[in-house]
């Protein structure tokens, strides 16, 4: 039986996932994202963002963007924080 990932190691892989989405708009997005907040998560926040990162980045970005209704299992204060854009800090 595999033995579970620490907590460490969750967030670990979860800023290189976050960081490595594979466009630019969507490595700024989820990796600020995940800079700006992921101190101090919780396991319940972890999980959270963690089934975010399973779900298509053009799906994300539009929830994030308001585009499109956010699914009910991703509504939330954490969304809320993501739709508010002001951790997105594009170098020029």
Known sequence: MPQALTTEARLARAKFRAWHRGTREADYMMGGYF???ADGWDETALDWFEALLE???VD???WALQTQPTPPRFQGAMMELMQRLDYVDIPR
Request: without cysteine; proline residues 0%; aromatic residues 12%.
């Open 35 to 37: 800079d700006r907040y």
């Open 55 to 57: 779900e298509d980045d």
């Open 60 to 62: 994300v970005m539009a």
